[in-house]
């Protein structure tokens, strides 16, 4: 059992209707549960798979949803980056091993299956890249047409790749991020269409089992998680689920929400460093992590919340810090993530450097997409393969080199 309510002015709405903001204030939804009625399946929690669904009480779907397995992802241990700062309990959570690679995944089986439930015959979304990937699969899966829309000439690769194979209509539109979407919710509202960004209150559900799943792997509640921040819908979603779990006495703390984003595109970096009341919107955000090139986070009142009440914090890193990292991941823990992923772990490093997080604490980074993702710029940093005749002497000539 729940409703929408507006996280400005408390309206409420009903489960069965198509909204994303509330009517009389404009201001972002969320779902409310009605969590005695939750209480007891917690317990039974732990007698199911490690996925997104293991926590189907605190979710909002009522029938069978529209799955691929997604969720369950591997918590590594960080041994060797974690030894170089110090630090004995450092943990990567790797979302890239969802089924489309990315995070999106958990919401997009929340928010498609949402879509069926509510009635809805065709599915939207603006992206960066990785929610258009996930949002043509779960389109494919449910059998039902969708729409993608990406600034032009600024979303890697593969994920363009996934869009179009899955079968989703991809436009690509000359404008930012934060332009496309501005279109794509006029579209929505205009011809009925389900909007899937993190406007939309049910996507973000699932993306709150992140949080469920570290507790439920560490067995105890961490002292920070770590994310890259773009819309904020992430960090955000991780934070709302947390203060369930707190809410139902499953857990006695919350963990020190910390967002990172670069140092072209820092809007809430900004806002949480100058204490400003609201994020004050970026007009030409700019990074090599494409992902979180975002100006105006649709989700920035959230995020505020979720940093400001649990003494979490943000930092922004360089492009070369991002990099540095990502190839750090890849190489000494064999970890492959795309840039957005690592700026993750990067902005943590630079938080224990600068003595802001204490090397003894418990900390999960989230790393959000798989390194596949972004093929390009790997190959554009990485030495070309070593040409070689095939011969054995040119072949032990080549080792040499
Ligand atoms: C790998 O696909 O916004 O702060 O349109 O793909 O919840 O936005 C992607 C965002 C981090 C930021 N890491 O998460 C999109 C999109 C990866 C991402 C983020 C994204 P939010």
Redesign the pocket.
């Known amino acids: 059992m729940f409703h929408l309510t507006c996280i400005h002015c408390g309206q409420k709405y009903g489960s069965d209707e198509i909204i994303y903001t509330c009517r009389s204030c404009g201001h972002l939804l969320e779902v409310q549960y009605d969590l005695d009625a939750v209480k007891t399946s917690c317990e039974t929690w732990q007698t199911r798979p490690l996925s997104v669904w293991r926590y189907k009480e605190l979710l909002p779907v009522k029938g069978n949803p529209i799955t691929l397995q997604e969720g369950g992802t591997p918590l590594y241990h960080l041994k060797r980056i974690g030894a170089e700062l110090g630090m004995t309990h450092l943990y990567a959570k790797h979302e890239g091993m969802n089924p489309s690679g ?1 995070f ?1 995944d958990r919401g997009m089986t929340v928010g498609v299956s949402m879509a069926l439930e509510l009635g809805m015959k065709s599915v939207a979304c ?7 990937a996930s949002l043509a699969v779960y389109g494919a899966k449910a059998g039902i047409p969708a729409i993608v829309l990406l600034p032009a000439g600024k979303v890697a690769l593969g994920k363009v790749a996934q869009a179009l194979m899955h079968g989703a209509k991809v436009i690509s539109i000359q404008g930012n ?1 934060d332009r496309a979407l501005e279109l794509v919710r006029d579209l929505c509202e205009n011809q009925g269409i389900y909007l899937l960004n ?1 406007v939309n209150p049910y996507r973000l559900e699932g993306q709150k089992t992140i949080g469920f799943e570290i507790i439920d792997q560490l067995g105890y509640v961490p002292d920070r998680i770590v994310l ?8 955000s979603a991780i934070y709302k689920g947390l203060h369930e779990l707190t809410a139902l006495g499953v857990i006695d703390k919350m963990p020190k929400m910390t967002g990172v984003q670069s140092k072209g595109a820092q809007p809430v970096v900004q806002a949480i460093e100058k204490n400003l009341p609201e994020v004050v919107p970026e007009e030409n955000p700019e990074t090599i992590a494409t ?2 090139r ?1 100006g105006a986070p649709v989700n920035a009142e959230k995020v505020l919340t979720a940093i400001r009440d649990t003494q979490g914090t943000a930092i922004a890193v360089t492009d070369e810090e991002i990099l540095a990292m990502q190839r750090d991941l890849a190489q000494k823990e064999g970890i492959g993530v ?1 840039p ?2 690592a700026a993750s772990v990067a902005g943590l490093k630079k938080l224990v450097q600068a003595g802001i997080v204490d090397k003894d604490e418990h900390v999960v980074c989230v790393v ?2 798989h390194l596949l993702k972004d093929p390009e710029t790997i190959i554009n940093q990485c030495a070309p393969p070593i040409s070689c005749e095939a011969t054995l002497p040119s072949l032990l000539h080549a080792l040499d080199s």
């Open positions: 990315s999106k603006a992206s960066t890249g990785n929610t258009s991020f993190s890259p921040v773009g819309n904020a819908g992430n960090i992902v979180i975002i795309e957005a992923s959000t997409g």
